[in-house]
């Protein structure tokens, strides 16, 4: 029996997909470009927007049809509604098996589910959200938390993952912000590539998104336009998918829903073809956000059929229509044999995609989709690091008069309506939150402790009393009496608020629920406000997905702790902040508002975006990027740097000291920040260009040494080149991006150097013996 080229795994992958495009029908190559959403609902409330209009159903008899041509991907087949993850892996083999069968080829298709803090999934195991990935500054355990959730995918058959989000977030009234890692490109860029590592480790396939310009968005408003100029979009959107390709590996791009300057990213082959492919060198594949290549029609009408904008989106460069047929099947069809759109799209988009499938075994005469026997995705394991994680991620805001920890036998009043709800831990994409919701019938399918349990737990000899005293977001106040008389009876009042994740209104955080300030839902303020005037010591323990205001409350609180959404560990994560047994190490990943007003606004800004004389507006954040405290104390000591004076493609190392000079173990994370005094264009006044996360015992210190590149100065020139200008730098070693511990002087010399795609992105760090 002979093997035909395409099947032979000793050949090179281009040579054996070559083989098998020469082979394929029209429809049989069109078949290979868009997902089928099986068990997708059009009715009722969904998980994607304008899921009711877009989706469509499939009956048996349209499946059978569909497949006999093959299919390029199944959309969610664990992610759309509760499935037994066994049970569920079975079904997935025995489809895989009916595709393959179908077909003339015998190809199965490529099955992705969503990934963002977690296998969106029944029982799964739910992770801290990305923001509170940024929180921990520790990339090294990002990246084991990106292969045990890959782990857990593959063990099902799954290939593709929907994740990380690597938009910058650039007004925190922004329903997403929850998703994303922060406000920082450079801690965006380095914290996801790490996971994007961790995942591509498995072997499943890491989908950037949302390329590009997504969280810009006018107003804050999901999918709404955007009008970032030339050079924030090249120095502050677009950097972090460049670490996610160099650094991490990925192998595909999600398009992003919105326009920018009046282009959608779904139709730019400016974007998607010339810069990511051409300029770039990206050879993965590019998938459209859920129903994106069906909006060119009728959400940004620059096509007035469903033919006309998959041609749109084919001709810009995007492959694949997720999450199901629409533009991609009959209308593509019919305009490609009536001559309106060129073939050669189709066989592009098709060899990318069946590049794919050989990388990931498909075309192999020997791919058996049997699952694992066994499959546990909430391991002990798993679980372990998603607590290591949520304690990591934990900011301690303020503690002013050491009120924590709190006293073991103390009597405590526990207020709020995130205390006692396990669904405070989790964000918009949790499995529990995003489908769960609409399947009241079934448990939660894994153990989430809230604050309250885990409280007492962690505290079995306090006395412990409760009371909600509002809702999220409802204008109740019945229950403040009962909260001021719990308050009232107690030596503390522990004040656990926030937000409530949810989809497209549902909730006042997560995708489609963007918010007009930055004031605590519903009544919680005025809660908060009556809690402070009993006299009683009150700790803010906030459970959110975005910062909020807090500046009414500054210097009327006991303590303030931060915590966004920490997934099913965080309970007791925040729970051991409390008491002690946890000493908090995470940092800001995004400012912390003095008022609810005035945004859009991050620590990004040039000299006019700060406070000054000629606004009313006072910007200044009460907490900045970085900020965070500890129990214990670091000091800073023999800072030394090599030569000041450098080429533009010279460098420079600049080192200090770390001590623990307190009397328990913890972790304190050194920032190093780029200050430009004079430039071509305006530039932020300080952005971070590296960090270092540093676990130290008592009295222990270490050496970091940062290995500065005059690379890491550049910036988007007036003629659109990134160059390296000479001049004179200051590099900030600081505790935050506003708390400055020592300056490092240098001067930049020679001529102006032009960059490329190949530039460092990264300042690496060492970490030594102090001697």
Not at 39 to 59: C, I, R, W, Y
Not at 147 to 171: C, E, F, K
Not at 528 to 539: E, I, K, N, Q, S
Not at 642 to 654: I, Q, R, S
Request: with cysteine; proline share 7%; hydrophobic share 40%.
């Amino acid at each position: 029996m002979t093997t035909s080229p395409w099947r032979d795994p000793a050949l090179p992958a281009s040579d054996r997909v070559d083989d098998l495009l020469s082979r394929m029908t029209l429809e049989e190559k069109t078949a290979q470009l868009y997902g089928v959403w099986v068990g997708a609902s059009a009715d009722g409330d969904g998980v994607a927007p304008l899921q009711s209009e877009m989706a469509a159903g499939f009956s048996d008899d349209d499946w059978a049809e569909l497949i006999t041509h093959g299919l390029g991907q199944l959309t969610r087949p664990f992610g759309t509604a509760p499935v037994d993850p066994a049970l569920g892996a079975q079904a997935l083999a025995r489809a895989q098996r009916r595709i393959a069968e179908a077909g003339r080829f015998g190809i199965p298709a490529l099955a992705h589910e969503e990934c963002l803090a977690g296998f969106t999934t029944w029982q799964a195991t739910a992770y801290p959200v990305p923001l509170a990935w940024g929180a921990s500054f520790d990339a090294g355990l990002v990246e084991e938390v990106g292969r045990a959730i890959g782990r857990d995918l593959r063990a099902v058959g799954v290939h593709q993952g929907l994740a990380p989000v690597l938009d910058v977030v650039r007004d925190p009234r922004w329903g997403r912000v929850e998703e994303t890692i922060g406000e920082d490109p450079y801690l965006v860029g380095t914290i996801a590539a790490a996971y994007v590592r961790g995942l591509e480790s498995t072997g499943v396939v890491a989908t950037l998104k949302h390329f590009a310009g997504y969280a810009s968005s006018a107003g804050a408003r999901n999918l709404a336009p955007v009008r970032a100029g030339v050079r924030e979009f090249a120095d502050i959107t677009l950097p972090p998918f460049e670490f996610g390709l160099r650094e991490g590996g990925a192998r595909s791009v999600m398009a992003a829903y919105n326009d920018i300057d009046g282009v959608p990213a779904s139709a730019d082959p400016g974007l998607l073809s010339q810069l990511l492919r051409e300029e770039w060198g990206f050879t993965g594949t590019v998938v459209s956000d859920y129903f994106g290549v069906g909006f060119l029609k009728s959400l940004h009408r620059i096509a007035g059929t469903e033919a006309g904008a998959a041609h749109a989106a084919l001709d810009a460069g995007l492959d694949v229509e997720l999450p199901t047929v629409k533009c991609y099947g009959k209308p593509l069809l019919e305009a490609v044999q009536a001559g309106q759109v060129p073939e050669d799209l189709i066989d592009r988009a098709a060899r990318r995609v069946l590049l794919q499938k050989c990388e990931l075994g498909l075309l192999d005469e020997d791919w058996d989709p049997t699952p694992a026997e066994r499959v546990d995705l909430d391991s002990a394991a798993n679980r372990a690091l998603a607590s290591r994680l949520a304690e990591e991620s934990v900011v301690l805001l303020d503690n002013p008069d050491g009120l924590l920890p709190l006293a073991p036998d103390t009597r405590i009043a526990v207020v709020g309506p995130r205390a006692a709800d396990a669904l405070a831990m989790l964000g918009c994409y949790s499995f529990p939150s995003h489908v769960l919701t609409h399947h009241p019938e079934i448990p939660m399918g894994i153990e989430i402790p809230t604050v309250l349990e885990a409280l007492r737990a962690e505290l079995p000899d306090a006395k412990v009393t409760f009371a909600e005293g509002c809702g999220v977001d409802d204008p109740d106040t019945g229950g403040f009496e009962e909260a001021v008389a719990r308050t009232a009876e107690a030596d503390v009042c522990v004040a656990v608020l926030g937000d409530r994740a949810g989809l497209f209104g549902r909730g006042t955080s997560g995708e489609g629920c963007d918010v007009t300030d930055l004031q605590l839902p519903g009544v919680q303020a005025e809660l908060l406000d009556t809690l402070v005037a009993t006299g009683v010591p009150v700790v803010l323990v906030l459970l959110t997905g975005r910062p909020y205001a807090l500046g009414r409350w500054n210097g009327r609180l006991g303590a303030v702790v931060q915590a966004f959404f920490p997934g099913e560990e965080g309970g007791p994560a925040v729970a051991g902040v409390l008491s002690g047994r946890v000493n908090p190490s995470g940092r800001l990943p995004v400012s912390v508002p003095q008022v609810p007003g005035g945004q859009p606004w991050t620590y990004l800004q040039p000299p006019l975006g700060l406070a000054g004389e000629v606004s009313s507006v006072d910007p200044t954040p009460l907490y900045a990027f970085g900020h965070g405290r500890s129990y214990t104390e670091f000091t800073w000591s023999d800072f030394a740097g090599t030569a000041p004076e450098l080429t533009t493609d010279g460098t420079y190392d600049l080192a200090l000291t770390v001590r623990n000079t307190g009397d328990r173990a913890g972790a304190d994370v050194i920032q190093l920040y780029l200050h430009d005094p004079v430039a071509s264009v305006t530039r932020p006044d300080v952005r971070l260009i590296a960090y270092q996360r540093l676990e130290l015992s008592p009295d222990e210190s270490r050496r970091v040494t940062f290995h500065f590149h005059a690379d890491l100065s550049a910036f988007t020139d007036r003629s659109g080149r990134r160059v390296v200008e000479p001049g004179a730098l200051e590099l900030r070693l600081a505790v935050s991006s506003a708390d400055v511990r020592h300056t490092a002087r240098i001067e930049l010399t020679g001529p102006v150097r032009e960059l490329g795609p190949d530039r460092r992105l990264r300042c690496e760090t060492e970490v030594s013996d102090a001697g």
